[in-house]
């Protein structure tokens, strides 16, 4: 039980001994019910805004190095707290020198889209495969603005690259679909249709890991390379999760509405958009958390890992950039 979701509004989650105790009613039901996870067996914890847990157990979890993430009702990541960190003064200077340096973000950047373009590329190939479907004229896009990449000479470039990348990509991959969860284009503030919603909740979940990666490694989260800098936003947290929305958020996505794990059913409007309600939240999380622990053997590493561990490898090969620029290689699927 790597991350512990606490998702039932109105849980109470306290300690007792080396353990937590997540006491929640069904709201539908009434029934009463207790669920218990070893902090030992825990990496992180997500509880839902109105889970209530005490200050006990919140010591225990920052002292055994667990963050804990708060969710609103909406799956919007509100905040968090992340254990004390050992200091990394030296390494935050190195970040903070890199940033300045123009053909440093240059070339990162650089690797994270054609990291992301490549990926992208890779999804479709392999659903058009299983479906049968001939994406020629999609992927010779992709593949020929993959090659493309090497000519930018700027950020604005890159973004260029990635934005047609994306356009062409998504008209594709919404193909795949089933005819009851139309999908016309991303929108994320809010999210529009059901589709929507579990890209979105599925980037906050990665957003949330990101950080927590960095954080762990000492760097600073909102140092951006391809996101700009700004107040209130990790932005080098987006940047290292690019390479993996294609691999994780839009093939997550496709299973589960083409295995109709989810249905209209698990999905509610509220304020103009369409968010995941309680029960779909659920479900989306188990399959989530089941993709994100899958060991698969990866060519690029040369051993067997896991999503989870190349999203972590990810923060630690960027901090060994800042000394080495071609230590950092972004993750590619295979």
């Not at 795949?176 to 980037?203: D, I, M, Q, Y």
């Not at 890992?305 to 060994?320: N, V």
Request: with cysteine.
């Amino acid at each position: 039980m790597p991350t512990l979701c606490v998702n039932t509004p109105g849980s109470k989650v306290r300690l007792v001994s080396e353990r937590l105790e997540i006491h929640a009613t069904d709201p539908d039901t009434g029934t009463a019910s207790v669920r218990v996870a070893p902090l030992r067996d825990l990496d992180r914890v997500l509880l839902q805004e109105s889970a209530q847990i005490s200050s006990e157990a919140m010591a225990a979890l920052l002292r055994a190095d667990i963050p804990v993430a708060y969710l609103g009702w909406n799956g919007k990541f509100l905040g968090g707290f992340q254990p004390t960190s050992p200091s990394h003064g030296a390494w935050r200077m190195r970040h903070y020198q890199s940033q300045l340096d123009p053909a440093f973000a240059l070339t990162l950047a650089g690797r994270i889209i054609a990291a992301k373009l490549y990926n992208q590329r890779r999804v479709l190939q392999r659903m058009a495969a299983s479906r049968q479907m001939d994406l020629t004229p999609a992927l010779d896009h992709l593949g020929s603005l993959l090659n493309d990449l090497s000519r930018a000479s700027t950020i604005d470039e890159l973004r260029g690259y990635e934005g047609t990348a994306a356009a062409r990509y998504f008209t594709a991959w919404a193909a795949f679909l089933p005819p009851g969860f139309p999908f016309e284009r991303r929108s994320t503030r809010p999210p529009l249709n059901p589709v929507n919603a579990c890209l979105s909740f599925g980037s906050v979940l990665l957003y949330n890991e990101m950080t927590s990666a960095l954080h762990a490694c000492g760097l600073d989260p909102a140092l951006g390379l391809l996101h700009t800098t700004e107040d209130r936003r990790w932005s080098l947290a987006l940047d290292l999760m690019e390479p993996f929305r294609p691999v994780l958020v839009e093939a997550l996505a496709l299973d589960l509405f083409t295995h109709q794990m989810l249905a209209e059913k698990h999905f509610r409007p509220h304020d103009g958009g369409v968010y995941l309600s309680d029960e779909g939240r659920a479900k989306y999380l188990v399959q989530y958390e089941r993709r994100m622990e899958r060991q698969f053997m990866s060519e690029c590493v040369g051993h067997r890992t896991t999503l989870r561990q190349q999203l972590h490898a990810q923060a630690t090969l960027f901090k060994a950039a800042l000394a080495d620029i071609t230590r950092f290689e972004p993750f590619l699927m295979n």
